[in-house]
């Protein structure tokens, strides 16, 4: 798990993140911007003894949803959080960067999938009340 700004708000659940957010505040300019809303998945090597136990092995568990995160919609949290904060510095809107401007979507290899980044950044913008800066940037925006 990477942090993709220099700022960041970790959801965590018995001590791990379970979800991040990172955000910037652009210079010169009075608003806050969401860059990453991401879940974190966990595969993880469990440790367990045979009966005879004189040796021991390693059980894989596949990647899984994370158990903090399973009851809340921690995308429109996060976005709630920035607001709250946005307010605290005495800033004029919150952006959500698009899933158009993502720079995950534009790379081939480690790429996140349009389709995928449409629904973690555009339809939870549009679903908080967000508007599309439809001549300048495509990110989304909200005054305060």
């Known amino acids: 798990m990477y942090l993709d700004a220099p700022q960041g708000v970790a959801l965590t659940y018995k001590g791990y993140p379970q979800a991040i957010m990172g955000f910037i505040k652009p210079p010169d300019e009075e608003s806050l911007k969401i860059v990453q809303l991401q879940g974190v998945l966990y595969s993880y090597r469990q440790c367990y003894k045979h009966r005879n136990h004189t040796r021991t092995d390693y059980l894989e568990i596949p990647a899984r949803t994370p158990k903090g995160v399973n009851s809340i919609d921690y995308k429109k949290l996060f976005v709630k959080v920035a607001e709250d904060l946005a307010r605290f510095y005495g800033l ?7 899933a158009w401007n993502n720079r995950y979507t534009k790379r081939l290899s480690i790429g996140l999938p349009f389709d995928r980044a449409k629904q973690i950044y555009d339809a939870t913008a549009l679903a908080m009340g967000y508007s599309e800066d439809q001549k300048i940037s495509s990110d989304f925006y909200k005054p305060l």
């Open 92 to 98: 004029q809107k919150v952006e959500i960067q698009s």
